[in-house]
């Protein structure tokens, strides 16, 4: 199974996608660059943040595994609780005062990627505004999987 989580720094991608690799027994990947050149077209896989943008799409489609997911899970939240996390982890040293930056100015919008993405494969939006738990659980119903 090849799933990749995307949102924006802030919304949980990179810790539900490492959650979800260990539920799997997986890999997670989180480089375009990294499937392309340590990845087999087969292996199943959780893509952290790919594709996060059209070249990174578009990336992956000319590369020589396509578009092969089979599900992509959208975390969407606010601006608000975004900048909180990342202040946190910039408080907790788990990432650097440039990756606070980043958040609060304006990114670009994952729109364009999701409907380009929703042409071919499921992508589910989920709100992760809300507990890890919460956003784990609605993963794993998304994608038929239980909690055992």
């Known amino acids: 199974m090849r799933i990749a989580v995307i949102g924006q720094p802030g919304s949980g991608a990179t810790t539900l996608a490492r959650v979800l690799a260990v539920r799997l027994g997986v890999r997670a990947i989180d480089e375009v660059d990294e499937l392309r050149t340590h990845a087999t077209p087969a292996e199943n896989v959780v893509l952290d943040g790919i594709p996060g943008s059209l070249p990174d799409l578009k990336e992956l489609e000319d590369g020589p595994y396509g578009v092969a997911l ?79």
């Open 70 to 148: 089979d599900h992509v899970l959208h975390l969407h939240v606010g601006l608000d609780v975004r900048a909180l996390r990342i202040a946190r982890q910039v408080v907790a040293g788990s990432t650097g005062p440039e990756e606070e930056r980043r958040v609060v100015r304006t990114l670009p919008d994952l729109d364009d990627v999701v409907e380009r993405l929703a042409a071919t494969v499921p992508v589910t939006r989920i709100d992760a505004s809300r507990s890890r738990t919460e956003v784990l659980t609605d993963a794993l119903d998304t994608l038929g999987l239980t909690w055992g």
